[in-house]
């Protein structure tokens, strides 16, 4: 199992990592950041594989994609 974390205050929006993921579980929030776009969010963690592609393809580094130890 994997965790996302996404630095919504900097993310654009451009939503290249919902583009990205495989299993389709990043979406753009509903809620606006403080320069006024539209961040992602995963929404649901249990099912991320850990694969890093929204990672790599984010142009601002805003994703950070951490592999449980279970």
Known sequence: MAKITVDTQNCKGCLLCVAACPRGLIK???RL???GFNPVKC???AQCSG???CAVICPDCCIEVYKENT
């Open 28 to 30: 753009k929030d509903e």
């Open 33 to 35: 950041n403080k320069k």
């Open 43 to 45: 929404v649901d963690a």
């Open 51 to 53: 694969c890093c592609l």
